[in-house]
Nanobody
Framework: QVQLVESGGGEVQAGGSLRLSCKIS????????VGWYRQAPGKRRDVVAL???????YYVDSVKGRITIAKDEVQNMLYLEMNSLKPDDTAIYFC?????????WGQGTQCTVSS
């Protein structure tokens, strides 16, 4: 059974940093694609960054240069390092995996950036 459990959200001031973590079970290497989405209040869920299996990371234009996605295939962890945060980055962040069994989501973690 695929499980994704996020941690690391919180509240920071504009210009600050947050690091999100996601524990992926059974193994991150068995996933086709892993990544992060976010959903701001009143808006749809949108992609932030993705890592296809064996491919290069993809970032939405609005976060390029500020946010880095990384994975640890030994620890089965996915990370999202967020720097120079802006109030527009405020959202619930979801860990995502595209698997042979379908798409899976974590429960989400709130990230709030105050001005």
């Amino acid at each position: 059974q695929v499980q994704l459990v996020e941690s690391g959200g919180g509240e920071v001031q504009a210009g600050g940093s947050l690091r999100l973590s996601c524990k992926i079970s059974p193994s991150i290497s068995s996933m086709n694609t892993v990544g992060w989405y976010r959903q701001a209040p009143g808006k749809r869920r949108d992609v932030v960054a993705l890592i296809p299996f064996g491919g290069t990371p993809y970032y939405v234009d609005s976060v390029k240069g500020r946010i880095t996605i990384a994975k640890d295939e030994v620890q089965n962890m996915l990370y999202l390092e967020m720097n120079s945060l802006k109030p527009d980055d405020t959202a619930i962040y979801f860990c995502y995996a595209n698997t042979m069994w379908g798409q899976r989501w974590g429960q989400g973690t709130q990230c709030t950036v105050s001005s």
